[in-house]
């Protein structure tokens, strides 16, 4: 398939792809498969072991041995054949033969009517397949007796192999890798893991009234705060970052930075410069520059975005190439669209799987206004009432340039394409922030 066909051939597989008023999963279908990994991205990079948090699996890690690798004990008491507990009076008695310790072995076989003393973790004693806990015993000298009913058979023993097998994969390829996941792969021995190379992600914030922090702030100028939040959430996705800076709303300039991107990385995500008004030079360049389709998307925050394919080159399809989401310009807009299109796109790229996020159900705590035939996304706080209900209430004012609403937030409430006003005590859909951002 010519790369410049791409998105096109993507989007006639579509039903009910209308750039104008796309509905937000449609989007997303669409960013899927356009940043779909290709076979040339899948370089394996072998990093120590704790180098590996945050980095997307290669490979299957499969176990090379069993954990644990013998039946053990899980309790502190006293290993004894179960076999006798079915049919045995109201008490057991045994004789206590020896002690077994994590790491340090009973060396004899246990036989019936024997016990032997047992550390949790030690490995079970050979003819012994059942723990009783020492606080359900009483001991008199070498003698212990306790209640037959206190135990079943095969109580208080870890199976060998029962945490992980041998043979079979420990974790899958394209996880990204967690805190259990490093103590998983220590527990199997492993002092490095294949990882995938980093995808790396170009950004800059385009528009004329925009200052970098440290400059003066001249009369209706703003700082770029979305370099900031973008760099926030770029990190969090482990990704390298190449921040390009404010780019001005000029033609020659613009063009320059998409090119110099497109050489540089991966994907590029810009903010600004796609609204209505400011749209019609950028996407006179981008056609000079690739495949690029301007969306209407029907939601809010976040209308207008742009996304496909762009080249460094002189011409379309020479030279290296990027995947580009141009973002609106509006702070909270940028943010919502990253989660909802950007984020997904840079996972597929990096061959991340099983990264879809939650989404809960809370009770909304006020009425809130909306409109049917978009997605609404409002800035949620998600709490627990005294009654034990999961509820959400919103940030106060919602306007896309209201940064602080996000910033108060800790979920975004979703209300769906189809709904109109919800009334308070109505449940509505939330996605928690947390492990997104
Ligand atoms: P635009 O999409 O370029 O028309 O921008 C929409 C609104 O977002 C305007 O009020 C811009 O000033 C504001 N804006 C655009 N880019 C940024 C930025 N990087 N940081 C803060 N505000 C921005
Ligand atoms: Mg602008």
Redesign the pocket.
């Known amino acids: 398939m010519s790369a410049l066909t791409q998105l096109d051939q993507i989007v006639s597989c579509l039903s009910g792809y209308d750039p104008d008023a796309l509905r937000v999963s449609k989007a997303i279908e669409v960013i899927e498969a356009l940043c779909a990994p290709r076979e040339i991205d899948w370089a394996v990079e072998r990093v120590p072991v704790r180098a590996a948090l945050g980095r997307v699996l290669a490979k299957d890690l499969v176990s090379p041995i069993n954990v644990p690798s013998h039946d053990n004990a899980a309790m502190d008491g006293y290993a004894f054949d179960g076999g006798c507990i079915a049919g045995a009076g109201e008490t057991l008695s045994f004789t206590v033969k020896g002690e077994a310790f994590a790491g340090r072995q009973f060396n004899g076989h246990c036989e019936p009517g024997h016990c032997v003393r047992v550390m949790t973790g030690a490995v079970m004693p050979s003819g012994c397949d059942t723990v009783i806990p020492q606080e359900f015993t009483e001991r008199d000298g070498q003698t212990i007796r306790f209640l037959s009913k206190a135990v079943r058979r095969g109580d208080n023993r870890r199976l060998m192999g029962e945490d992980l097998t041998q043979g079979k994969p420990a974790l899958s390829a394209g996880r990204i890798i967690r805190p259990a996941d490093l103590g998983l792969a220590a527990s199997l021995g492993f002092s490095e893991l294949g990882v995938r190379r980093r995808v790396r992600v170009a950004f800059f914030?385009?528009?004329d009234?925009?200052r970098s922090v440290g400059e003066a702030l001249d009369p209706g100028c703003?700082?770029?705060?979305?370099?900031y939040t973008l760099f926030g959430m770029l990190a969090r996705l482990g990704v390298d970052v190449v921040d390009m800076g404010v780019v001005p709303d000029q033609p020659e300039l613009l063009e320059a930075a998409f090119r110099q991107a497109a050489s540089s990385a991966d994907a590029i995500v810009t903010?600004?410069?796609?609204?209505v008004g400011?749209a019609d030079f950028i996407k006179t360049m981008m056609a000079k520059l690739g495949d690029v389709t301007f969306w209407r998307i029907a939601m809010r925050p976040g209308r207008p975005m742009a996304f496909g394919r762009i080249w460094s080159g002189a011409r379309v399809g020479e030279g290296d190439s990027a995947v580009l989401f141009g973002l609106?310009?509006?702070?909270v807009a940028v943010m919502v669209t990253f989660y909802l299109f950007v984020r997904p796109g840079l996972l597929s790229m990096m061959g991340a799987k099983g990264e879809g996020g939650v989404v809960m159900q809370a009770v909304s705590d006020e009425e809130i206004p909306k409109r049917a035939g978009r997605t609404e996304y409002r800035r949620g706080v998600l709490f627990v009432d005294a009654k034990g209900e999961t509820r959400v209430r919103t940030t106060g004012g919602q306007g896309s340039?209201i940064l602080r609403s996000m910033s108060d937030a800790n979920c975004l409430v979703m209300l769906d394409h189809d709904a109109s006003l919800v009334a308070k005590g109505d449940r509505v859909s939330v996605i928690p922030f947390d492990g997104l951002v």
Request: aromatic share 4%.
């Open positions: 914030s385009t528009g009234e925009l703003v700082y770029d705060s979305n370099r903010s600004g410069g796609v609204s400011e609106p310009g509006n702070p340039g």
